[in-house]
């Protein structure tokens, strides 16, 4: 493998690692705000827990700034965000798919329940 391809596979992995890290993190966050309650979908804990992954990101970032031969990077904070909201979405969608799953059986349980 060549320098350069190594050096962008290398690159690759690491804002990978970036993304999945925090959609991780906003997961984690998700259920812990939820107070051990279900992952039910709400829309304002799951901005929450973007928002606090976002800034999280910042202050890590920032925090980058004084360890010798790291940089901070916005765009590194950006992508860290960026896979809180994914994970969200994710939590979002999912939730649809099983609330329409369940709303299909409640349904037929009904149409058998009347015959």
């Not at 910042?58 to 790291?70: G, I």
């Not at 965000?81 to 979002?92: D, I, K, Q």
């Amino acid at each position: 493998m060549s320098e350069v391809a190594f050096q962008s596979l290398h690159h690759l992995i690491r804002k990978l690692a970036h993304l999945s890290e925090y959609a991780m993190f906003a997961l984690l966050l998700y259920g812990a705000l939820g107070g051990g309650r279900s992952y039910a979908w709400q829309a304002r804990r799951a901005a929450w827990c973007i928002g606090i992954a976002g800034i999280y990101s910042l202050t890590d970032e920032f925090h980058q700034l004084f360890v010798p031969e790291r940089g901070a990077s916005l765009l590194d904070s950006a992508l860290d965000t960026t896979g809180g909201a994914l994970a969200m979405l994710v939590l979002y969608l999912f939730s649809r798919r099983f609330q329409a799953r369940a709303s299909r059986s409640a349904a037929a349980r009904e149409r058998t329940v009347e015959t």
